[in-house]
């Protein structure tokens, strides 16, 4: 008798920018928006913690590709922090450590602490993260009342703007450009230390990561409606496609014969290549992958695409 199997869902390829909504792990949206658009594969670009809202790229099929270059790529958040009250886990979900009056905090000595922030700078990543010591999440082992030795990482601060100072709430709110791999909660934290009165995140939104915005961003509850209404067709309408990931990279162009012995894994000339870096690769209009320049001019694959 032939063993049943489940069906494995569609073979869709395409980018949705999710609007995360508060309370929700990035995983439990990945898995909703994977059954909302039956699809067979999907990941996502990068965690943002349950607090948090915006900006959440989903990859689907061989979309996710391109996740590495999201996961890589520069972030803007909004946060708005509560002074005077310091949690183990840098924000509201955490439990309170430290209490301190920050009634005495000006607007000018938040500015002038700002600044340390700003530019290139070393951070320690929280124990209540993602990263992994000895095959371990953190957050784990700071559940079970561990902590361990971290190593302060480089981040770059791109902007890092005060948007509002609320002395009687005793809030701030920050506009925050970053590289990869930096934690606002640790910003937060560290400024409450640098300020003296301590701080936590109790608001973040992600307005961007790489090249998606908010502007482009559609809710679970939209795309539950948009399915009843319209059927899949109608949320399929809204996938990016996976070029739209990696549009800051140049484009080349190959005639269809290269692009043939490109995707045998074959480096080739092309005429007008950057001198360095990677690009986009097209065969004449259908983008293909992802391609790096070699020393000798030549351009490689790097990561090719199911044509």
């Known amino acids: 008798m032939a063993q049943y199997r489940r069906p494995r869902g569609r073979n869709i390829s395409g980018i949705i920018v999710l609007d995360k909504a508060t309370g929700m792990s990035s995983n439990a949206c990945l898995q909703e928006a994977k059954n909302l658009f039956s699809a067979e594969k999907a990941g996502h670009t990068g965690s943002l913690d349950p607090l948090a809202t915006g ?86 082992l700071a559940r079970a009342g561990k ?13 890092l703007k005060l948007l509002a100072f609320d002395a009687e709430a005793a809030t701030v709110e920050l506009e925050i450009f970053c590289s990869k791999g930096t934690y606002v909660r640790t910003i937060g934290d560290d400024l409450g230390e640098a300020l003296g009165c301590g701080a936590n995140v109790i608001a ?21 409606e948009l399915k009843e209404a319209g059927g899949l067709a109608s949320i399929d309408a809204l996938l990016c496609p996976a070029d739209t990931a990696v549009k800051g990279l140049p484009a080349v162009v190959l005639p269809q014969q290269t692009a043939n012995f490109l995707k045998l894994g074959q480096a080739v000339m092309v005429r007008h290549l950057p001198l360095s870096g990677l690009v986009r690769l097209y065969e004449e209009e259908e983008f293909i992958g992802i391609g790096t320049i070699l020393d000798d001019g030549r351009v490689a694959p790097k990561r090719l695409f199911a044509t």
Request: hydrophobic share 35%.
């Open 147 to 159: 902590e361990v030795e971290r190593q302060a990482r480089p981040v770059t601060i791109y902007e």
């Open 55 to 140: 900006v959440l790229p989903l990859c689907f099929g061989e979309a996710t590709k391109v996740s590495q270059f999201l996961l890589d790529s520069d972030k803007r958040y909004t946060t708005l922090l509560q002074l005077g009250v310091r949690t183990d886990t840098a924000d509201i979900e955490g439990s309170v450590i430290l209490e301190r009056d920050p009634s005495g905090i000006t607007k000018a000595q938040i500015e002038s602490a700002l600044e340390q922030f700003r530019g290139d700078i070393e951070q320690t990543p929280p124990m209540y993260s993602a990263l992994k010591h000895k095959g371990q999440p953190l957050y784990k």
């Open 204 to 224: 973040l939104r992600r307005l961007q990561a790489g090249t998606f915005t908010q502007a482009q961003c559609v809710t679970i509850e939209r795309l539950r």
